[in-house]
């Protein structure tokens, strides 16, 4: 019985991908299909294939669980893309917008020039580690931000408690030109030469280690060119190989959609989704400087893609997640702030000197700003515990 059952499970999960992984009438069957809102009971509606929700009903949600288990479904097996309505607070976005305007006018004065994945270099404006670089220029706006609870729901319900935010603001201007469509971090951005070496499980693997996500800056109509998406096209087998082929790019222009967004929404997909920004038409008086904060939400057991000095993120904010502390802001939403800025897994470390005592790992760096929370330590203090962690890490 036991070698039928192993015999089974080799026949259905070929260890490589072949011609067959790569069939565009497959892709078509998979992708072809109705998202049905009755399937997810906590979604507000479905448009244009993706389903929507009501950020501002979360918090009445009597089972969070549930409602992440949902979310789940829909990312994995679903259309694989959600909407979320009104999820962060206009005021704080403003806020948010006039503080990368500051640093991307700094940028400009110091004569630095952004490029992007999978457009032309100079035609937008971007800010690559915007996290970190928000944190710095106006850290009472950062824990205000990522306090927000919407954003934590989906992220836990993806990647679990401890994820790695990362994030990059792109400004797309009027005239600016639609992305090639595309699948994201992680194999999205290995060298097609290298993907087939790459074994089945790992391409089925890659889309479960990073959360893609973008929060809209101002109003996108669709003539603004918000992100196209292909729902549904996230099942595919043999997307990340197949997705530069020209029949593939093809049937994206076909049968893509955009949903307009307003200044607060956000939306989160599956890596594997095929997406890309669109072309920017809006022209004249109407013309729109489109500003999204696109965010890469990493598994704490993979790699960002960006290098952050989460320490000194921690230092800036630390003392307005004091005072969010003080003034009554719900606990939930100053972890949400610490997540969001500290590192929360505890390797790699050194273990001769960062020993796991009583536990099977040290306290990781959000663990050290949580206890120094309850504690109600100064940000000197703070300082010392911080100092003193990285210390013990270093070989």
């Given at each position: 019985m036991?070698?039928?059952?192993?015999q089974?499970?080799r026949?259905?999960?070929?260890?490589?991908?072949?011609?067959?992984?790569?069939?565009?009438?497959?892709?078509?069957?998979?992708?072809?299909?109705?998202?049905?809102?009755?399937?997810?009971?906590h979604?507000?509606?479905?448009?244009?294939?993706?389903?929507?929700?009501?950020?501002a009903?979360?918090?009445?949600v009597?089972?969070?669980?549930?409602?992440?288990?949902?979310l789940?479904?829909?990312l994995?097996?679903?259309?694989?893309v959600?909407?979320?309505?009104?999820?962060?607070d206009?005021?704080?976005?403003?806020?948010?917008s006039?503080?990368?305007?500051?640093?991307?006018?700094?940028?400009?004065a110091?004569?630095?020039a952004?490029?992007?994945?999978?457009?032309?270099?100079?035609?937008?404006?971007?800010?690559?580690?915007?996290?970190?670089?928000?944190?710095?220029?106006?850290?009472?706006?950062?824990?205000?931000?990522?306090?927000?609870?919407?954003?934590?729901?989906?992220?836990?319900?993806?990647?679990?408690?401890?994820?790695?935010?990362t994030?990059?603001?792109?400004?797309?201007?009027?005239?600016?030109?639609?992305?090639?469509p595309?699948?994201?971090?992680?194999?999205?951005?290995?060298?097609?030469?290298?993907?087939?070496?790459?074994p089945?499980?790992?391409?089925?693997?890659?889309?479960?280690?990073?959360?893609?996500?973008?929060?809209?800056?101002?109003?996108m109509?669709?003539?603004?060119?918000?992100t196209?998406?292909?729902?549904?096209?996230?099942?595919?087998?043999?997307?990340?190989i197949?997705?530069?082929?020209?029949?593939?790019?093809?049937?994206?222009?076909?049968?893509?959609?955009?949903?307009?967004?307003?200044?607060?929404?956000?939306?989160f997909?599956?890596?594997?989704?095929?997406?890309?920004?669109?072309?920017?038409?809006?022209?004249?008086?109407?013309?729109?400087?489109?500003?999204?904060?696109?965010?890469?939400?990493?598994?704490?057991?993979?790699?960002?893609?960006?290098?952050?000095?989460?320490?000194?993120?921690?230092?800036?904010?630390?003392?307005?997640?004091?005072?969010?502390?003080?003034?009554g802001?719900?606990?939930?939403?100053?972890?949400?702030?610490?997540?969001?800025?500290?590192?929360?897994?505890?390797?790699?470390?050194?273990?001769?000197?960062?020993?796991?005592?009583?536990?099977?790992?040290?306290?990781?760096q959000?663990?050290?700003?949580?206890?120094?929370?309850?504690e109600?330590?100064?940000?000197?203090?703070?300082?010392?515990?911080?100092?003193?962690?990285?210390?013990?890490?270093?070989?």
């Open positions: 036991a070698t039928s059952i192993q089974r499970f026949s259905a999960q070929p260890p490589w991908l072949s011609d067959s992984d790569f069939d565009l009438e497959e892709f078509r069957t998979q992708v072809e299909c109705d998202t049905d809102v009755s399937d997810y009971p979604a507000e509606d479905v448009r244009d294939n993706v389903l929507v929700y009501d950020a009903a979360m918090p009445r009597a089972d969070r669980r549930a409602l992440q288990a949902e789940i479904r829909a994995a097996d679903g259309p694989g959600v909407v979320f309505t009104c999820a962060f206009a005021d704080v976005v403003d806020r948010a006039e503080a990368f305007f500051a640093i991307i006018d700094a940028q400009r110091g004569g630095l952004a490029g992007d994945h999978f457009g032309k270099p100079g035609a937008n404006d971007r800010i690559w580690n915007a996290a970190q670089k928000l944190a710095l220029h106006d850290p009472v706006v950062f824990a205000d931000y990522y306090a927000n609870d919407a954003l934590a729901v989906v992220c836990q319900a993806w990647l679990g408690p401890r994820y790695q935010v994030s990059q603001v792109n400004v797309v201007n009027p005239g600016g030109k639609a992305q090639v595309h699948r994201d971090y992680h194999l999205g951005f290995v060298p097609d030469e290298h993907l087939t070496s790459y089945a499980h790992i391409h089925r693997t890659s889309p479960t280690l990073t959360l893609q996500g973008a929060v809209a800056h101002c109003d109509p669709v003539e603004s060119g918000p196209m998406l292909l729902p549904h096209s996230q099942r595919f087998a043999g997307g990340y197949a997705f530069n082929r020209p029949e593939f790019i093809d049937y994206f222009d076909a049968h893509r959609v955009q949903l307009p967004l307003q200044k607060g929404d956000a939306v997909f599956n890596p594997a989704l095929y997406h890309g920004a669109g072309t920017n038409f809006s022209t004249g008086t109407s013309a729109i400087k489109r500003i999204a904060n696109l965010m890469q939400i990493s598994s704490p057991f993979g790699r960002a893609m960006e290098a952050m000095d989460r320490t000194a993120m921690v230092r800036a904010i630390y003392p307005s997640l004091l005072a969010m502390q003080s003034a802001r719900p606990h939930r939403e100053v972890e949400n702030a610490v997540v969001a800025a500290a590192e929360g897994y505890a390797f790699p470390t050194n273990l001769d000197s960062d020993q796991p005592i009583g536990s099977l790992a040290p306290p990781s959000v663990d050290t700003v949580l206890d120094a929370l309850a109600n330590l100064t940000a000197e203090d703070l300082d010392v515990a911080l100092r003193d962690q990285n210390e013990r890490r270093m070989p």
